[in-house]
């Protein structure tokens, strides 16, 4: 068993990576957006959290619901996060599995396409969890109905 591979057989599997490489590049925006809007939920969390002891009637129960609707963003952006992050550790086995089957002589074509579908299915999960993230937040820019009808003279 020879265990210096060629220089062109190490070129061919960089090539190989090149794409799961750049899927890895996507998810690291991907993540940088959903970390973003986390960081905003969070801030209007506390933002809100500071109001709610000193409201009373409908801004009390409106802070609660604003308050209830941010805790479910947040439960659904931590699982966009996961399963994004996810995504990236499975690319990430793949690429390493490329090479060490290239170095070895491994012919583990199935199990690297497998993984590579497991990453591919739960960035797709992610990114369906992140759509439902902005769903989400979308009910809560909503302007209210109390404020868009006429003063009655």
Do not use: K
């Not at 070129?11 to 890895?24: D, K």
């Not at 479910?72 to 996060?81: E, F, G, L, P």
């Not at 070895?104 to 369906?128: C, K, N, T």
């Amino acid at each position: 068993m020879e265990f210096s591979p060629a220089v062109t057989t190490i070129a061919q599997t960089i090539q190989l990576s090149l794409s799961p490489v750049f899927m890895l590049a996507g998810i690291a925006g991907i993540l940088n957006v959903i970390a973003g809007r986390l960081a905003r939920v969070v801030d209007r969390a506390r933002t809100l959290e500071a109001l709610h002891p000193r409201s009373s009637g409908p801004e009390h129960d409106r802070h609660v619901w604003e308050l209830r609707l941010l805790d479910r963003r947040m439960s659904v952006i931590n699982t966009a996060m996961f399963l994004c992050v996810s995504s990236a550790v499975a690319t990430c086995c793949v690429v390493a599995l490329l090479f060490v089957a290239e170095l070895i002589h491994l012919h583990i074509g199935p199990v690297v396409a497998l993984i590579f579908i497991l990453a591919m299915l739960l960035l797709v999960a992610g990114l369906i969890a992140f759509m439902i993230e902005v769903r989400l937040s979308l009910r809560a820019t909503h302007v209210r109905v109390e404020l868009l009808e006429r003063e009655r003279a």
